[in-house]
T-cell receptor, first 113, second 115 residues
Framework: TQLLEQSPQFLSIQEGENLTVYCNSS?????LQWYRQEPGEGPVLLVT?????EVKKLKRLTFQFGDARKDSSLHITAAQPGDTGLYLC?????????????FGKGTLLTVNP | GAGVSQSPSNKVTEKGKDVELRCDPI?????LYWYRQSLGQGLEFLIY????????KSGLPSDRFSAERTGGSVSTLTIQRTQQEDSAVYLC?????????????FGDGTRLSIL
């Protein structure tokens, strides 16, 4: 069974602080996606990374894919209350079906005003 | 609307009853997925449909679970003889499919509670 570990599971910070969320596996991904989910809604895609070492930026969010394509991180700069939500990483494993995603359990982020 | 639509949004039923959950994907999306999200858990893959191909049912947890997709569009997930451990949010997603790394567009889910 391929596992995708996310850490931390919970994170509560003050507005303006920086934070990093991690996603790790012992297996290699062909691609990895980050989603954000708000209460009562489905996840919404933030970014897809496919190349080892790739860095993508989305406003205050920076996503990095590890060189070996086994891990990824999401860094938020100057967090805002609107960033509050459940952040999920999901990977398609190399050698597996490119349509089947394995999801981590998520990081529940709360940004307090 | 333009998004993935799921119904009902909430369902409460007694243990042992059958339930049927519906998903309307985005028009033109050939791929459709069902996931289950339990409290404190990530999304658990259940089943995948792609066009007219045989579905990938490898994630269905037991033979009480089944799904259909009629006409390549609407899908229904049926759970027979429900158990309390079936309580969860059931999410449907669709994508363009057949192209790697396509984003999955999710509905808001059906929150199923088994009493």
């Amino acid at each position: 069974t391929q596992l995708l570990e996310q850490s931390p599971q919970f994170l509560s910070i003050q507005e303006g602080e920086n934070l990093t969320v991690y996603c790790n596996s012992s297996s290699v991904f062909s691609s990895l996606q980050w989603y954000r989910q708000e209460p009562g809604e489905g996840p919404v895609l933030l970014v897809t990374v496919v190349t080892g070492g790739e860095v993508k930026k989305l406003k205050r969010l920076t996503f990095q894919f590890g060189d070996a394509r086994k891990d990824s991180s999401l860094h938020i700069t100057a967090a805002q209350p609107g960033d509050t939500g459940l952040y999920l990483c999901a990977g398609a494993y190399s050698g597996g079906s490119n349509y089947k995603l394995t999801f981590g359990k998520g990081t529940l982020l709360t940004v307090n005003p | 609307g333009a998004g993935v639509s799921q119904s009902p949004s909430n369902k409460v039923t007694e243990k042992g009853k059958d339930v049927e959950l519906r998903c309307d994907p985005i028009s033109g999306h050939t791929a459709l997925y069902w996931y289950r999200q339990s409290l404190g858990q990530g999304l658990e893959f259940l089943i995948y449909f792609q066009g007219n191909s045989a579905p990938d049912k490898s994630g269905l947890p037991s033979d009480r679970f089944s799904a259909e997709r009629t006409g390549g569009s609407v899908s229904t997930l049926t759970i027979q003889r429900t158990q309390q451990e079936d309580s969860a949010v059931y999410l449907c997603a669709s994508s363009l499919g057949r192209v790697p790394n396509q984003p999955q567009h999710f509905g808001d889910g059906t929150r199923l509670s088994i009493l």
